[in-house]
């Protein structure tokens, strides 16, 4: 009879435990660093309260209200969180409790984000691919840049006219970019400077831009085997204030009158006064950014733009380096991959199919 | 060494960002947050070197009265008048060499130098971003000169998007039955907006992102050194 007893109590104890668990439970939120936590509940109520635990025992109300769900995003990784979730039960004056614990979990790897790792490694190893090509001697074409091909015209019509050169690498800092891009292009401009004998001027916003910007001024005059007309004092610090910083590069422009100005990195909306303020001067106009907002009016002031994608292949279009060139071929590759998508998620959203859709939205 | 170091470090740190991105465990969550602490102490040094930038560039145009040397004065000036009003009695919230300054804070209403932020920085900042204003009328005059077909296009769509957005647009065409809802000015205007546009603009920032990709492969594997200041 004991036995019998045992048996039964022992039952009812894993009954009401495993009927308590489909009630409410916590769940550590998947493929994530272990911030978060996933509570679920199926009671009927018009109205939960859900209290945590915190580091003494103490109940704190995290939530009042009547959803079936809430996710804790204040949690730390490995510790163990307890939740109780109140039921009140007007009809006779009480209310139930359930509690459950759980941990959050660091896991390795962003599941959410296996679409975009995905297309980030197919276009790396084409890039790698068509580098090792132009390294084994391989010869890709690759289409004109106007804009690019500009650049001797506008350094030339600056020589000639004894005038100097502006060039601004935007307004963003050294982890930009666009920047970096901006600054390499500079270094093929400032070479060709040295060799033509032309001044350069180059006024940066941040204080680390400035000191990268002369760096490379400097080494591109030593290149050009003209390391005594460097003038360090022609690149400088105006302020890292983003309309005095514009004040400062309209007052260069008229009162120095550059005969080419170079607008090349990454800009907001100073843009268009820095364009137009050049435009008056009549100097030759050369811009080039990755912010598709600004682009029209750099279009329509400038006589010429590199278009997104442009500014950041204009550092191997000008070297004329091989494998420099042979990365553009990849970057070819990376919109054929990306036109293929396009085209697929179109037809399987048409037919219904919305796992594809889906597997891509992930990534955001 | 000079050369190979940078191009080291910019390798090991451009891979472990790039694997950060995905992996969620610790070290690699806390990498990015980490480096861009490292960035933050290395520009906070580098300010320096813009003051004294700054000072070297202004003093020598004001040395040798070039055109406009005023103007360099004036920048000094207010420079170093931000400088030790700042220092002296602090900003809002912190305290200055002197303390809080309230005998000047009863007379100006705030601190000197929120006074001088307030009423004299921000009303110039304020009069270089109203230039846009005009320099937006300039350019769209340019822009929308009927000159080829594709200027006429321009023209046409910014009419309509113009129009669009001010109720003059939605009463010019109010009269237009329900059946025609989608010319209604404030609609084809919505349209142009959303579709063609949103259209064009993700296919700058797709081509954009792809040049990224491209760009930081060529600086992380070492194949773009030109940053660095030589390419050899």
């Known amino acids: ?364 | 060494m000079k050369r190979n170091l940078p191009l080291i470090f910019a390798f090991i740190s451009g891979i472990l960002v790039v694997i950060s991105e995905f992996i969620p465990h610790r070290p690699f969550s806390q990498m990015v947050s980490t480096l861009q602490d490292w960035f933050m102490i290395i520009a906070g040094f580098a300010i320096i070197l813009g003051q004294i930038s700054l000072f070297q560039a202004n003093l020598a145009k004001i040395k040798e009265k070039k055109s406009g040397w005023y103007f360099y004065l004036a920048g000094l000036l207010s420079f170093m008048l931000m400088l030790v009003i700042g220092l002296l009695w602090g900003t809002q919230e912190y305290r200055g060499l002197i303390g809080h300054g309230e005998a000047i804070q009863g007379w100006l209403g705030s601190k000197p130098f929120d006074y001088m932020f307030d009423n004299a920085y921000m009303p110039l900042s304020a009069t270089m971003f109203s230039l846009l204003a005009f320099f937006i009328a300039s350019a769209a005059y340019r822009a929308f000169i009927i000159r080829s077909f594709e200027s006429n296009l321009l023209m046409i769509t910014a009419v309509i998007v113009i129009l669009g957005r001010t109720s003059f647009g939605g009463m010019l065409t109010a009269w237009l039955p329900e059946s025609f809802k989608f010319w209604h000015l404030p609609n084809l205007s919505d349209f142009i907006m959303e579709y063609p546009n949103s259209a064009a603009q993700r296919a700058i920032m797709i081509s954009a992102a792809l040049g990224i990709i491209g760009s930081s492969l060529r600086i992380i594997l070492g194949i773009e050194r030109s940053y660095l200041g030589s390419d050899k």
Request: some cysteine; proline content about 4%.
């Open chain 1, 1 to 364: 009879m004991k036995k019998l007893l045992l048996v039964v109590g022992l039952f009812l104890c894993v009954y009401v435990q495993l009927s308590a668990s489909s009630l409410f439970w916590v769940e550590d939120v998947p493929w994530d660093e272990g911030k978060a936590l996933s509570l679920e509940w199926n009671v009927p109520a018009e109205t939960v309260y859900l209290q945590k635990a915190d580091s003494l025992g103490a109940w704190d109300l995290i939530y009042a209200g009547a959803e079936k769900k809430y996710k804790d995003s204040e949690v730390n990784p490995q510790q163990l969180y307890t939740y109780r979730l109140i039921v009140p039960r007007p009809e006779i004056g009480d209310s139930i409790s359930f509690i459950a614990t759980a941990k959050p979990i660091e896991q390795w790897f962003y599941l959410h984000k296996l679409s975009f790792l995905l297309i980030l490694l197919a276009v790396s190893f084409a890039i790698i691919y068509y580098v090792n090509g132009a390294r084994n001697g391989k010869d890709y074409f690759i289409r004109r840049i106007t804009a690019l091909d500009s650049v001797d015209e506008a350094i030339g019509r600056a020589t000639e006219k004894g005038k100097p050169i502006l060039f601004v690498p935007g307004i963003g800092d050294l982890d930009d970019i666009q920047t970096i891009a901006s600054l390499t292009i500079m270094s093929h401009l400032a070479q060709k400077a040295a060799e033509y004998d032309t001044e350069l001027i180059v006024p940066c916003r941040f204080s680390m831009v400035l000191s990268a910007s002369r760096e490379v001024v400097k080494e591109a005059y030593l290149k050009a085997g003209k390391p005594d007309a460097y003038k360090e004092e022609r690149i400088f610090y105006l302020t890292d204030d983003q309309f005095g910083y514009v004040a400062g590069i309209d007052g260069i422009m008229l009162r120095e009158q550059p005969a080419a100005n170079f607008f090349l990195g990454s800009f907001y909306a100073e843009s268009l006064i820095l364009a137009e303020t050049g435009f008056s001067t009549g100097a030759i106009q050369t811009s080039g950014t990755a912010q598709a907002s600004q682009l029209p009016f750099f279009i329509v002031s400038c006589d010429h733009t590199l278009i997104g994608e442009e500014l950041f292949a204009a550092s191997a279009y000008l070297s004329r380096d091989p494998q420099q060139l042979g990365s553009l071929k990849g970057h070819d590759f990376g919109k054929v991959l990306v036109i293929l998508f396009i085209i697929m998620g179109v037809v399987t959203e048409m037919a219904g199919w919305h796992w594809f859709k889906a597997f891509f939205e992930g990534a955001q």
